[in-house]
């Protein structure tokens, strides 16, 4: 078992940065493939990117690309989301989820964060 801990978000405008981080226990990070996705309202569960166990891989949705840096310290357990240049279309939950397959698809993933709302303005 894995649980699984988001935090920073927050309210931010157009343009600004956020940093995301994803906290695990029970299990090291670095057993797993690690992703972020988000979810608008009215909007289904969206794939943003993707991290592989080594952290030697990484994957981005085109709508991010450019934009987002995902990073995993395995030593402290934590991946991190580093989102520059945000837009007001950015705005959504952000899950992290762990799986044992490098996947852009959510069922490929076995646990989950609670989530954690980033919010941008114009």
Known sequence: QVQLVESGGGLVQAGDSLRLSCAASG???????????????????????????????????????????????????TVFLQMNGLKIEDTAVYYCAAGRFYSVTPRDYDYWGQGTQVTVSS
Request: charged letters at 25%; a positive charge.
């Open 27 to 77: 299990r090291t990070f670095g057993d797993y493939t690690v992703g972020w996705f988000r979810q608008a309202p009215g909007k289904e569960r969206e794939f943003v990117t993707t991290i592989n166990r080594l952290g030697s891989s990484t994957y981005y949705a085109d709508s991010v690309k450019g934009r987002f840096t995902i990073s995993k310290d395995n030593a402290k357990n």
